[in-house]
T-cell receptor
Framework: NAGVMQNPRHLVRRRGQEARLRCSPM?????VYWYRQLPEEGLKFMVY????????ESGMPKERFSAEFPKEGPSILRIQQVVRGDSAAYFC????????????FGSGTRLTVV | AQRVTQPEKLLSVFKGAPVELKCNYS??????LFWYVQYSRQRLQLLLR??SRESIKGFTADLNKGETSFHLKKPFAQEEDSAMYYC???????????FGQGTELSVKP
C-alpha cells in the first residue's frame, strides 16, 4: 500500500497562473482532507471531501480556491490566479471514515508563487 | 472558538534529559486530542492519541480537562526524537483536525 500520494512535490507558478494539486488517498479510503501550512504556522484545515461530495469547506478561501474528489481519480485542489500569499505547503490526508481512525497524511505539495 | 496552542516554537534539550512539549486547547465539549510528529523530510505521522492511552517510542501524554492541556512527555530524550511535533484536536464531527503551531524538538548529543 503506497499510502497517500501527492503530486507534484514541488510546484512553481507565476502570479496569475493556475495551480492544480493532486491527492490519491490510501487504498480503501474514501475520505479526503486538505490542509495548508503557511510559513511559520501550523496546518490549517481547508476542505473535507468524500467521493463526489464536499462535506465541509469551512476553511476554504471564498475566492479562487476549489476542490473536487471525483468518482474516479485523485482529489484535486485547484487555485486560480495564484498570488504570492498562496505560497505554502499543501497537505492531503485520507481516512476510511470520519472518525480520525487511520488518518494518514501525504508528503505534501510545496507551492511557490513567483 | 476551537484552538490549540503550543507555546514553544523550539525546545532544545540534551540527550538523556526529560522532555515536555506543552499543548493547551480551547474547546467546549469532549474533544479528541492527538500528537503528530514530522521527522526531517518525512510525512506527518500519528504519534499517539489520548483515547488509546498508549506509550509510543517512550512518549506519553495525559489529557487534563481541568487545565485543558495535553502535554507530551518523555523521561529520557534521544537524538532520534529530534523532529517537529504538532498537537491536534478533533471535534469528532467530520474528521477535521485543528493543529497547533508546532514545536521543534532538538535533542543534542
Amino acid at each position: 500500500n503506497a499510502g497517500v500520494m501527492q503530486n507534484p512535490r514541488h510546484l512553481v507558478r507565476r502570479r496569475g497562473q493556475e495551480a492544480r494539486l493532486r491527492c490519491s488517498p490510501m487504498k480503501g479510503h474514501s475520505h479526503v482532507y486538505w490542509y495548508r501550512q503557511l510559513p511559520e504556522e501550523g496546518l490549517k484545515f481547508m476542505v473535507y471531501l468524500q467521493k463526489e461530495n464536499i462535506i465541509d469547506e469551512s476553511g476554504m478561501p471564498k475566492e479562487r480556491f476549489s476542490a473536487e474528489f471525483p468518482k474516479e481519480g485523485p482529489s484535486i485542489l485547484r487555485i486560480q490566479q495564484v498570488v504570492r500569499g498562496d505560497s505554502a505547503a499543501y497537505f492531503c490526508a485520507s481516512s476510511a471514515d470520519s472518525s480520525n481512525y487511520g488518518y494518514t497524511f501525504g508528503s505534501g505539495t510545496r507551492l511557490t508563487v513567483v | 472558538a476551537q484552538r490549540v496552542t503550543q507555546p514553544e516554537k523550539l525546545l532544545s534539550v540534551f540527550k538523556g534529559a526529560p522532555v515536555e512539549l506543552k499543548c493547551n486547547y480551547s474547546y467546549s465539549g469532549s474533544p479528541e486530542l492527538f500528537w503528530y510528529v514530522q521527522y526531517s523530510r518525512q510525512r506527518l505521522q500519528l504519534l499517539l492519541r489520548h483515547i488509546s492511552r498508549e506509550s509510543i517510542k517512550g512518549f506519553t501524554a495525559d489529557l487534563n480537562k481541568g487545565e485543558t492541556s495535553f502535554h507530551l512527555k518523555k523521561p529520557f530524550a534521544q537524538e532520534e526524537d529530534s523532529a517537529m511535533y504538532y498537537c491536534a484536536l478533533s471535534d469528532n464531527q467530520g474528521g477535521k483536525l485543528i493543529f497547533g503551531q508546532g514545536t521543534e524538538l532538538s535533542v543534542k548529543p
